[in-house]
Every structure is written in C-alpha cells, then in structure tokens.
C-alpha cells in the first residue's frame, strides 16, 4: 500500500434510517477519552492504496475463496444487506455477523460485535489502484478495540501484499509493528494512513 498523502472525497451518502439492523448508521459521534465514563462511540478511519482496479479489490474481500487467502477467519454466508458473515476467532469460537450493506465494487459494511465496520473503495489516480477506506465505529472504546483493529490492519496488509504477489506478512511481526500506532491513534482521534 502506498504511503502517500491523497484527497478523499467523502461525500459518499448511506441511507440506512429503516435497514432493521438495529444499528444507528449516524456515524457522527464524538468521544472525549479524556472522560471515559462518556462513551458515545468513537469512528476511526485508515485509508491505503490498493495495486488492484476496485472489480479486483472487491473480489478480493468479499468471494470466499479468495477472502480466505488473506484473512482466513472470515466468510460470507450472504453477501446481501441482512446476510451473514461467518467470523471464526483465534480460539475457535465462530460468531455470525450481519451485513448491513453492499454496493459492489464500491461499498460493504457488516457488524463486527456491537461496532460496525465499513470498507468503501475508490478509483485512484492511477489505473489499477484502488483507494480503500476502511472505517470502523466503535460503540465503547475499550482495551480490545486496539487489538481488533490492529488485527485488521494487519490482514489488510496481508491482502495488499498478496495483490502485489509478495511474501504474506508475518503476523506477529506486522502486529506488533503497528499495535502502538493504533493505540496512538485511538487516543489521539487522528486519521491514520496504512
């Protein structure tokens, strides 16, 4: 992934008002971590760019076959707005999580537990690169919030070098690497590039 500044626009629109998900889709929530005792919910957004057009990219996250090379512990059952994603965790322990939308090529957003997390894929500049803006709102932000975005940005580097076809990441290492970084940036409320 390129570690380069680019200009997103945001001016992508979501209207989930009656999706019958039991989520609230507002997204614009604000936490102090200074009061902890306030937890509103917290959005943190990583942007990286993809060497992939975003047809690629989308196959990439979301067909099962090609999902497992990156990120081994997930699976769509239904790829559909109330379809299911199969998260099987570290200890075993497999949990169903719902998909709340899909705009292929384009948008995906599924519960991960009570937080929501969203991938939106853009053109780049250019051909064959995708800009991926991976967003994750947190409903509290605890101690395993860090550890379970690190998790994704370690598989999300894991899929760009796959795309590149270099060696995968070595988990651990890559983990470690960043972790810090996503505490900093939790605490900070900053955007973050990966």
Same mark, same amino acid.
């Given at each position: 992934? +390129?570690?380069?500044?680019?200009? $997103? *626009?945001?001016? $992508?629109?979501?209207?989930?008002?009656?999706?019958?998900?039991?989520? #609230? $889709?507002?997204?614009? $929530?604000?936490? +102090?971590? #200074? #009061?902890?005792?306030? !937890?509103?919910?917290?959005?943190?957004?990583?942007?990286?760019?993809?060497?992939?057009?975003? *047809?690629?990219?989308?196959?990439?996250?979301?067909?099962?076959?090609?999902?497992?090379?990156?990120?081994?512990?997930?699976?769509? !059952?239904?790829? !559909?707005?109330?379809?299911?994603?199969?998260?099987?965790?570290?200890?075993?322990?497999?949990?169903?999580?719902?998909?709340?939308?899909?705009?292929?090529?384009?948008?995906?957003?599924?519960?991960?537990?009570?937080?929501?997390? +969203?991938?939106?894929?853009?053109? +780049?500049?250019?051909? *064959?690169?995708? #800009?991926?803006?991976?967003?994750?709102?947190?409903?509290?932000?605890?101690? !395993? /919030?860090?550890?379970?975005?690190?998790?994704?940005?370690?598989?999300?580097?894991?899929?760009?070098?796959?795309?590149?076809?270099?060696?995968?990441? /070595?988990?651990?290492?890559?983990?470690?690497?960043?972790?810090?970084?996503?505490?900093?940036?939790?605490?900070?409320?900053?955007?973050?590039?990966?």
């Amino acid at each position: 992934m +390129s570690e380069q500044n680019h200009h $997103h *626009d945001h001016e $992508h629109h979501h209207h989930h008002e009656h999706c019958g998900c039991g989520h #609230d $889709h507002n997204h614009d $929530h604000s936490l +102090s971590l #200074d #009061d902890l005792s306030v !937890k509103q919910g917290l959005t943190i957004e990583f942007f990286g760019t993809f060497n992939a057009s975003p *047809d690629l990219l989308w196959k990439m996250l979301t067909e099962n076959s090609q999902l497992k090379r990156w990120y081994p512990g997930l699976e769509f !059952k239904q790829l !559909k707005p109330g379809g299911s994603l199969l998260v099987k965790h570290n200890n075993g322990e497999l949990e169903e999580m719902m998909v709340l939308d899909v705009e292929p090529s384009n948008y995906l957003s599924f519960a991960w537990g009570m937080n929501t997390i +969203s991938l939106e894929l853009n053109p +780049s500049e250019k051909i *064959d690169q995708t #800009d991926l803006i991976f967003t994750k709102w947190l409903a509290d932000v605890e101690e !395993k /919030s860090a550890e379970e975005v690190t998790n994704w940005m370690v598989h999300l580097h894991s899929l760009a070098n796959l795309l590149e076809e270099k060696a995968i990441v /070595s988990y651990e290492e890559k983990y470690q690497e960043l972790y810090p970084q996503v505490v900093e940036m939790i605490n900070q409320q900053n955007e973050f590039e990966f």
